[in-house]
């Protein structure tokens, strides 16, 4: 038996949200597992596990496709409120679609190719660590853990290194300001400036080829069709987006955590095997990416609640990732749990591509916290968060003390050579 669901009083961007999600995805999943909000144009709030893979699952019901034309159907891509910019490829497309766009980029993310990177990660960590060690003081998030991933990115792209902060800023910008505000007006402008740079990289690729991931996209296509520039802008594009701050936020926040529980910073330090557990643990726990949206493609019943063709759905990672109902204890930190069975990085066909980069960045750089600064405090007069965690669940500034010590490269200013 169906029965309608009652509106509900639930704002991602609020300052509620933001300090008490856990509590409130506790008690939708107890009185109303999928229900309304009125907020941002109206949308369906999903929040139980079960409820969460199944609408990952099924594409031709629950659609990420965003079609600002109406050429297709109408449809407004993952985002809520919904982007009023072009799609961003794969991720707002449905199978075949998006299969045929994860299979020309997929390759760029295998665990091989993320382990042909790793020593580059190492290094470079290893480099801006140096940069701020002897001065005792350091800012986790904005230091190391938006560096690392943004210099990745813009080296995986074939982007000229020494730019990454110049080129990222506006990403990150969008992601950590919100709407309205003169900085986020300068990203918009900025963002321009780096897609028209895309293009340019992407044209002049196609005449002069290199190793990077936008040489490969517009190379050969192995027997499917070739990419156009403006499919490749978009598929570089959504690296930016993707790449950056997710990982920011884990390790800013795990640092955080770390700092109030020294016993489990101590169990970590002294015990390199538990990282492997204790990263899936953390991406559970924490959650950095909290929510994506649907739409609904055909008349539906979920958990209960009928759903019309055309609604709005938004499916919480966060939520599912502190269910009890199946994770045991979901609102403690078990950093060897088993089984970790989590959806931080999505599921079904829209998994993230970057999971195994992102994996492997944030084992680096805890690992190096861990080892080169143990005895790191943090200085809770100078932490910030972010605005809201509707996008992001973490922090933009996390500055932490520690004994000063001498780099183990001193002098050396420019950034490690990425591999070729």
Same mark, same amino acid.
């Given at each position: 038996?169906?029965?309608?669901?009652?509106?509900?009083?639930?704002?991602?961007?609020?300052?509620?949200?933001?300090?008490?999600?856990?509590?409130?995805?506790?008690?939708?999943?107890?009185?109303?597992?999928?229900?309304?909000?009125?907020?941002?144009?109206?949308?369906?709030?999903?929040?139980?596990?079960?409820?969460?893979?199944?609408?990952?699952?099924?594409?031709?019901?629950?659609?990420?496709?965003?079609?600002?034309?109406?050429?297709?159907?109408?449809?407004?891509?993952?985002?809520?409120?919904?982007?009023?910019?072009?799609?961003?490829?794969?991720?707002?497309?449905?199978p075949p679609e998006s299969a045929f766009y994860r299979r020309r980029m997929s390759r760029w993310f295998s665990p091989r190719e993320v382990a042909r990177w790793e020593p580059w990660l190492t290094e470079l960590t290893e480099h801006l660590i140096d940069a701020r060690i002897?001065?005792?003081?350091?800012?986790?998030?904005?230091?190391?853990?938006?560096?690392?991933?943004? +210099?990745? /990115?813009? *080296? $995986? !792209?074939?982007?000229? @290194?020494? #730019?990454? =902060?110049?080129?990222?800023?506006?990403?990150?910008?969008?992601?950590?300001?919100?709407?309205?505000?003169?900085?986020?007006?300068?990203?918009?402008?900025?963002? +321009?400036? /780096?897609? *028209? $740079? !895309?293009?340019?990289? @992407?044209? #002049?690729? =196609?005449?002069?080829?290199?190793?990077?991931?936008?040489?490969?996209?517009?190379?050969?296509?192995?027997?499917?069709?070739?990419?156009?520039?403006?499919?490749?802008?978009?598929?570089?594009? $959504?690296?930016?987006?993707?790449?950056?701050?997710?990982?920011?936020?884990?390790?800013?926040?795990?640092?955080?955590?770390?700092?109030?529980?020294?016993?489990?910073?101590?169990?970590?330090?002294?015990?390199?095997?538990?990282?492997?557990?204790?990263?899936?643990?953390?991406?559970?726990?924490?959650?950095?990416?909290?929510?994506?949206?649907?739409?609904?493609?055909?008349?539906?019943?979920?958990?209960?609640?009928?759903?019309?063709?055309?609604?709005?759905?938004?499916?919480?990672?966060?939520?599912?990732?502190?269910?009890?109902?199946?994770?045991?204890?979901?609102?403690?930190?078990?950093?060897?749990?088993?089984?970790?069975?989590?959806?931080?990085?999505?599921?079904?066909?829209?998994?993230?591509?970057?999971?195994?980069?992102?994996?492997?960045?944030?084992?680096?750089?805890?690992?190096?916290?861990?080892?080169?600064?143990?005895?790191?405090?943090?200085?809770?007069?100078?932490?910030?968060?972010?605005?809201?965690?509707?996008?992001?669940?973490?922090?933009?500034?996390?500055?932490?003390?520690?004994?000063?010590?001498?780099?183990?490269t001193p002098g050396r200013a420019d950034l490690p050579l990425p591999p070729s």
């Open positions: 038996m169906t029965q309608a669901r009652p509106v509900i009083d639930f704002d991602f961007s609020s300052t509620e949200y933001a300090r008490h999600w856990p509590e409130i995805y506790a008690g939708l999943r107890a009185t109303c597992p999928v229900g309304y909000s009125r907020a941002h144009g109206g949308f369906w709030v999903v929040s139980s596990y079960a409820a969460v893979r199944e609408v990952a699952r099924t594409p031709e019901v629950f659609s990420s496709d965003h079609d600002p034309t109406g050429e297709r159907t109408g449809y407004r891509g993952v985002g809520i409120p919904a982007s009023v910019g072009t799609r961003s490829l794969p991720q707002e497309a449905d002897a001065t005792g003081r350091l800012d986790v998030a904005d230091d190391l853990g938006f560096p690392v991933p943004a +210099a990745l /990115v813009v *080296a $995986l !792209l074939g982007l000229p @290194v020494p #730019r990454w =902060r110049e080129l990222v800023d506006p990403f990150h910008t969008l992601v950590t300001h919100p709407p309205g505000t003169p900085s986020h007006d300068r990203a918009q402008a900025g963002l +321009a400036d /780096v897609l *028209a $740079l !895309l293009a340019e990289t @992407v044209a #002049r690729r =196609r005449r002069e080829p290199g190793t990077d991931l936008i040489s490969g996209l517009v190379g050969d296509a192995d027997g499917d069709r070739p990419l156009t520039d403006q499919e490749v802008v978009s598929l570089a594009q $959504l690296v930016f987006f993707g790449g950056v701050d997710s990982t920011t936020a884990l390790i800013s926040s795990v640092v955080h955590w770390l700092d109030a529980h020294p016993a489990e910073r101590d169990r970590l330090a002294a015990d390199p095997r538990l990282l492997e557990p204790a990263t899936e643990e953390f991406l559970r726990y924490f959650s950095p990416i909290h929510l994506n949206g649907r739409t609904v493609a055909a008349d539906t019943v979920l958990d209960g609640c009928p759903l019309k063709a055309g609604d709005r759905l938004l499916i919480s990672w966060a939520g599912a990732n502190h269910d009890d109902t199946a994770i045991a204890e979901p609102d403690r930190v078990v950093l060897d749990r088993p089984d970790n069975r989590h959806v931080a990085f999505g599921a079904g066909v829209h998994h993230c591509l970057g999971a195994h980069f992102a994996r492997t960045m944030f084992r680096v750089l805890l690992a190096a916290v861990l080892r080169r600064i143990p005895d790191f405090r943090v200085d809770a007069a100078g932490v910030r968060r972010y605005p809201s965690v509707g996008q992001v669940n973490g922090f933009r500034r996390l500055p932490v003390t520690f004994a000063p010590r001498p780099p183990r």
